[in-house]
Structures are given as structure tokens and as C-alpha cells.
């Protein structure tokens, strides 16, 4: 009887405190409502604190002067951190209005269908190339507007040491690690490793899928199947074998696990180091940092051995989703509309200097193109390009820039540390629910 | 009053700390052992069995952040049992700066694990920081702390030995000041010195003090986390992480219920050390 007595209040408590609660958010919500008529709408968008600020501060001003409608940033950490806290705000309803995040693979972590605006149907897609909307399209769903231009990963280098030094831009693997001797013994940083911010460990991989692409056509299909893995196709494993190389010939600078990702860039723009294999995002902090250094600053693909293959591989621009269960959803269909427009387009070019073609048709560049630009658009001009692996399969290695770390520092052999790749891919198809997995 | 009314009144006073843990301790922490038996995205779960514990038991970092977990767990322990006593000795004994010296031992606690973190982290860097810069005047080169795979583990365990022997120190302190002085003057008269006091007197009666402070460090070592993460994010590789730097990799994925299993097996394997380290160092305290 006691104890019926006790369990009853229990249980009444325990009711009552979620009922009050809710209470709460109710009250706090109509209060919210009740404010909208006479307040301008405002738009909150969720950014990585390390990308392109400036160029959204400029759409959101710009937006504002169109229409009235205010664009308010909100920062999240980037990387690991980053995509925690993106997925805890979803799935407790606390997103942004809009979100700007990866296209391809790492999107459907995201779960699009139930989070994010289905714009299939709005007319501007038009405009934008298939190669970008194949990236953000699950289920034959379209989910994202494009930011800023298609980007490239290979080997940005110092183009007055390389002038200084009489050398040519490598067409092979060989003439690249011949290039780096010589650049060694002029005492200078041959190729700049900076690890200490592991994602930079993995370009060597990641920009050596052209190959791959090329050889392997069906490569990611089979990937994406369980069929494929990087460890028995002779080509994939190519990469690991190019970190051993650079690692044994003492190619990096000798800190190169404690060098950051910025600290990299200073090297570069100084000629200090030579090479430096990274994204053509590195343009953006380049060309913030080094106005006077980054004309010395030029592109060419990370090379390969295989005679008469030479290519980038390509990253296809990130997006911009919209909450799907936000506010304002109609208004933040109207900032997408005008931020892929030619009058947005023009905004955000102002605010950065594109880095390479636009997936939006019909952008017209200024005049003030950066060398390594023109550099990188040779490479779309003659069609010697393919998309970066995790824009054709879901599965990616949560553990890569790890992997690539080790090998990349030779702690592990090439083929062991593929070997551990292909077992780390086995988590997420599994997670996906993949078939053959 | 009834002795049943009487029984039901207190269990009232009980019922707010009780709702509060349930509902913030004991309902996540049950529920969690149903998550790691499932596929879990945060908004549906497929059951999928002990699936996610294959999985983690076959994760290639695993054996790697065993060894490092118990590496750090026991060396951090051995080190704050033994600086903290030493300097609970000293901070005890008649010294002119007494005080002044106890709060500069506490102080590094005051600050937050992450911002000592990212502070070392710039100390250690091999060319730029402070510590290879000193070494350099006086002519040793020094090594990359955080970069190289033999000592990086070991960096991460000297600053954390650096920031936890405060709280040792307290405990060592306030265990040491509890001893009654009459049994120090006891054996001067019997001709002790002071090795003997240590010996004899100081260190069996300190026995409770050093419990608390190895029960403490090892739990805390074996669940580690901030400290290693703000240092070198288990890295270069694999090399510095810890069952718990796994476990947020394979959360920050999006595995979920992976991560949760990982959790139970953490769980598990703090208990199983803990309880019988605890039970054995109970069964030899004295009394005072």
C-alpha cells in the first residue's frame, strides 16, 4: 500500500514536469508570433566560422536592401565539431533557416529528405549545370543552391621560385619528385606538409581520383557495391604509394605535424615551401593574407606516372540547404533564388575573386582573374577533369585524414593503410544500410 | 503521527533530487544500453543485436587505444600519488611561503582543460614554442613533443600530471594535517628521524588521502578526454587515442549507436578496474 502510495506520486511528478515545460515553449512561442507583423523577417544562416564570411556578409546586405529581409550569420567550428552540432540542431528542430554544408556523399548523412526544401521545381535550376544538381539530388530531389565556383585539389606552387630555379611544371610523377630534389637542394620546403590540421593530409588522395576515374571507370559504381576497394585496384592504391614517396625522399618540412593549414599558406606565398597540394579554396586565405605575394601563386594537377594521363580532380561547389521545418520558409526560397541569380552571382564575385568556373550558366568573369585561376580553368577548357570521389558514392572512411596522416608520415606501409581504409568505408555503408555491405 | 505517514513525508523531501535523477542520469544512461544494440540516426532506430559491439571490437584503433587508455590511466595515477604526496609533505611542513606556494600548485585547476590545451599545444611546437625555444638557449634541440609517435602520449600525460597535482596535493594535505601530532613527538622521544616519521607514521596514515587521490586519477585517466582532444585530437595517426577519442570520432561520424555501444563498453571497463582497485585498497587502510 505504502509503496502503491509513493509510485503514484512518482509518476504524477514525472508527468507533470514535461506538461509544465511545455507550458513554457508555448508561451515563449506565441510571443514570438504575435512580434512577426511588425518586425522584419530575419533569415538565420548556419556557416562554417573558416569559410567564405565575406562573401555572405555581402548577399546578406545585399538581400537586405532588395527586399527587407535580414540575413543573420551563425558560426559553427567546422570539421568533426562542426558536423555535430549541424546534426544535434536537426534533429532537435533547433536549424537554422538556412544551412550551408558539403554537397555529395556528405550530405545524405544529413538525412535531406526530412530536414531539408525540395527545389526541383524552382525555375532557376535551369541555369544551374547537371554535374552540380547530380551532387544534392536524393531521390530525384533537388535540395541545394550552389556556393560560389567549382573548385580543384592538385599542386599549388611557388611560380617565382620556380622561375628562379629554371624549373618546368611535371607532366609525370617522376619529373614532380625530380622537381622536388632540386628544389630541396636550393634548401627550400619542396612540399609543405601541414598535418597538424589532419583534412589537409588527405589531398594526395583525394586529388589523385582523376586517375583512378580515368582508368577505373566504374571504380565508385563498384565502390559504392563492395566490389571495388582501394587495396586490390592497382590504380587507387597509387596515391597511398605517392605519401610514401614524399615522406622517404624528406620532401616536407621537418615539422610538418605540427605546421597548420595557415601556417602552410604563409610558407607557400613566401616561396619558402614550393608545392603545396591543397584545394583551390587555399585561394581564398591567399588572397586575403597575401594580396602582395599571391600573383607568385600558380596551379598545376597533381601528376601520375601513367603515360599520356594528365587531369584534376574536382570538387564540386557546397551548398546552401533550406530548413525544411524553419520558420520562413518561403523567404528563404527567395534569398536561394537570389543568390544563384546573375545580380547575386555578381555580390558574392565582388566580395571573392572566383577560383574557378561557376556551376550557375552564364557568369561572366572579371577581368581581374588570379594566374592561378587562369591556370585552373585550362584544365575545365580541355576537359581534363573528373569529380572527386565523394561526389559519386556515399561512402567515405570517417577515419581518412587519420589514414592519410600515418601514412603520409610513414608510420604505416601504402598498403597497409589502404587496407585500413577500406575496412574504415565498411561503418558508414553500413550505417546507410547500403546493399552488399 | 503514524511511523507510515511519518515514512511517506520523507520519502516527499526525496522526490525532487530523485525526479531530477531520473530523468538527467538514470533514464539516458539505461537508455543507452538499449541504443547500442541498434542503428541509430537520432530520429529512428533499426535493432540490429550486438552488431555495433563486433563492430567496435574489430575497430582498427581499438588495440591502439586500449593500450593508450591504460597507459595514461595508470601513469597519470603513479605520478599524481607520488608528486602529491611529496608536495603535501612539503606544503605541510613549517615553511615561510606556505600558503602562497598551495595556491600556486591549485591554480593550474582553475583553468579549463581545453584552454590548457590549446596553450601546451603552442608551448610544444617544436620550432616556435616556448619550451624547444628555452631548451635551444641552452643548447639541446629539442624533440617535437605533440608530433613525434614515441612521446606524444607522454606530453599529453605531463601536462595533465601538471594540471591535476593540485587537487592530489589538497587531498595529500588535508590527510596529512589530520594526523595527530602526538605520535610525531611520540617517536622523536623514541629517536625517530624523519625518514621514520615518513615511514612509519605519515605514509600508513595517510592511506585514506592516497585512496581517494588513486580512485579519482584512475577513473578520471580512464576516461579521459578534453585534454587529449584539445592537444592532438588522438593524433599524429592513431597514436595518442583513447577508448574515449574513439568513441567521439565514431559519434562526430554519425554512428550513433556505434558510439553508444563504445560507451557501454567504456562503462564497463572503468567499473571492472575501478570497483576491485577500490575494494582492495579499502581492505588495507588503517585506522587512525
Redesign the interface.
Known amino acids: 500500500m ?1 509503496k502503491k ?2 509510485m503514484l ?2 509518476l504524477a ?2 508527468l507533470l ?1 514535461p506538461v509544465s515545460l511545455f507550458a513554457a515553449g508555448q508561451q515563449e512561442s506565441d510571443g514570438a508570433s504575435a512580434g512577426m507583423s511588425d518586425k522584419p523577417v530575419v533569415l538565420t544562416l548556419l556557416i562554417d566560422k573558416t569559410s567564405q564570411i565575406d562573401g555572405f556578409e555581402a548577399i546578406a546586405k545585399a538581400f537586405e536592401e532588395k527586399t527587407g529581409i535580414v540575413t543573420e550569420l551563425e558560426f559553427q567550428p567546422g570539421s ?2 562542426g ?2 552540432v549541424i ?2 540542431r536537426l ?1 532537435t528542430g533547433e536549424m537554422t533557416d538556412l544551412l550551408y554544408f558539403n554537397s555529395g556523399s556528405l550530405l545524405r ?1 544529413l ?1 535531406p529528405e ?1 530536414n531539408f526544401v525540395d527545389l526541383s521545381a524552382e525555375s532557376y535550376m535551369e541555369r544551374i549545370a547537371d554535374s552540380y544538381k547530380q551532387t544534392v539530388t536524393v531521390n530525384n530531389k533537388i535540395f541545394g543552391v550552389p556556393v560560389d565556383a567549382a573548385m580543384v585539389g592538385g599542386i599549388f606552387y611557388n611560380k617565382r621560385v620556380y622561375k628562379e630555379l629554371g624549373l618546368e611544371i611535371p607532366m609525370t610523377w617522376d619529373a614532380f619528385m625530380d622537381n622536388c630534389q632540386v628544389i630541396k637542394d636550393a634548401g627550400k620546403t619542396a612540399f609543405i606538409g601541414s ?2 590540421d ?1 583534412w589537409t593530409a588527405q589531398l594526395i588522395l583525394l586529388a589523385d581520383y582523376y586517375y583512378v576515374q580515368q582508368q577505373v571507370p566504374d571504380f565508385a559504381e563498384k565502390f559504392t557495391k563492395n566490389e571495388a576497394k582501394y587495396a586490390t585496384t592497382p590504380a587507387a592504391l597509387e596515391a597511398f604509394k605517392k605519401y610514401k614517396e614524399i615522406v622517404e625522399k624528406g620532401f616536407m618540412n ?5 605546421t597548420t593549414y595557415d601556417e602552410a599558406q604563409a610558407r607557400l606565398a613566401s616561396g619558402e615551401g614550393v608545392h603545396y597540394d591543397m584545394g583551390s579554396w587555399v585561394l581564398d586565405g591567399l588572397s586575403v593574407n597575401y594580396p602582395d605575394q599571391i600573383n607568385d601563386i600558380g596551379f598545376f594537377a597533381q601528376p601520375d606516372n601513367k603515360p599520356g594521363l594528365n587531369g584534376t580532380t574536382v570538387w564540386i561547389p557546397n551548398s546552401v540547404y533550406l530548413n525544411k521545418n524553419g520558420e520562413n520558409v518561403k523567404a528563404a526560397k527567395e534569398w536561394a533564388e537570389f543568390f544563384v541569380s546573375p545580380e547575386g552571382i555578381d555580390v558574392w564575385m565582388s566580395a571573392f575573386p572566383p577560383k574557378g568556373p561557376f556551376v550557375v550558366k552564364g557568369v561572366e568573369f572579371p577581368d581581374n582573374i588570379l594566374p592561378a585561376v587562369k591556370d585552373i580553368i585550362k584544365y575545365f577548357d580541355e576537359d581534363r577533369t573528373a569529380p572527386a570521389l565523394e561526389f559519386l558514392t556515399p561512402v567515405k572512411a ?2 581518412s585524414p ?2 592519410c ?2 601514412v603520409g ?1 610513414g ?2 606501409e601504402p598498403l597497409k593503410a589502404a587496407e ?1 581504409y577500406d ?2 568505408t ?3 555503408a ?2 546507410l ?1 547500403l546493399p552488399g555491405w | 503521527m503514524t511511523n507510515t505517514t511519518r515514512r511517506h513525508y520523507n520519502y516527499l523531501f526525496l522526490l525532487p533530487a530523485g525526479v531530477i535523477f531520473f530523468i538527467f542520469f538514470l533514464f539516458p544512461a539505461l537508455s543507452s544500453f538499449f541504443f547500442s544494440l541498434t542503428r541509430w540516426t537520432l530520429t529512428d532506430w533499426t535493432f540490429i543485436g550486438l552488431d555495433n559491439f563486433k563492430m567496435f571490437f574489430s575497430e582498427d584503433s581499438l588495440s591502439i587505444g586500449f593500450k593508450n587508455t591504460f597507459i595514461y590511466a595508470f601513469l597519470t595515477t603513479a605520478f599524481k600519488v607520488v608528486f602529491g604526496l611529496a608536495l603535501g609533505i612539503y606544503l605541510t611542513s613549517a615553511i615561510r611561503t606556505r600558503d602562497f606556494l598551495r595556491a600556486i600548485i591549485f591554480f593550474p585547476n582553475l583553468v579549463s582543460t581545453i584552454a590548457i590545451g590549446i596553450t601546451f599545444n603552442s608551448l610544444m611546437h617544436p620550432s616556435r614554442g616556448v619550451i624547444n625555444q628555452f631548451l635551444a638557449t641552452i643548447g639541446i634541440t629539442g624533440p617535437d613533443w605533440l608530433g613525434n609517435v614515441h612521446l606524444a602520449l607522454l606530453s599529453v600525460i605531463g601536462v595533465d600530471v601538471w594540471k591535476g597535482v593540485g587537487v592530489a596535493t589538497v587531498i595529500f594535505i588535508a590527510g596529512i594535517s589530520a594526523i595527530p601530532e602526538q605520535y610525531y613527538e611520540a617517536l622523536s622521544i623514541d629517536g625517530g628521524n624523519s625518514f621514520d616519521k615518513f615511514k612509519h607514521i605519515t605514509l600508513p596514515l595517510v592511506r585514506p588521502a592516497m585512496n581517494s587521490v588513486i580512485i579519482l586519477a584512475l577513473i578520471g585517466g580512464l576516461r579521459l578526454f578534453d585534454l587529449v582532444w584539445s592537444m592532438t585530437k588522438g593524433g599524429p595517426g592513431f597514436t595518442t587515442d583513447l577508448l574515449s577519442s574513439i568513441i567521439y570520432k565514431q559519434y562526430g561520424s554519425g554512428f550513433y549507436g556505434l558510439s553508444t555501444a563504445g560507451n557501454v563498453i567504456l562503462f564497463l571497463v572503468v567499473s571492472a578496474i575501478a570497483f576491485p582497485v577500490y575494494r582492495f585498497l579499502n581492505s588495507r587502510e588503517v585506522d587512525l
Open positions: 505504502k502510495m509513493s506520486l512518482l511528478v514525472t514536469i568533426i565539431e558536423e555535430n546534426k544535434t534533429a548523412s538525412n526530412r598535418f597538424k589532419d621537418s615539422d610538418f605535424l605540427a570517417p577515419n587519420a589514414i596522416v600515418e608520415s608510420m604505416t585500413k575496412r574504415d565498411e561503418k558508414q553500413k550505417q544500410n
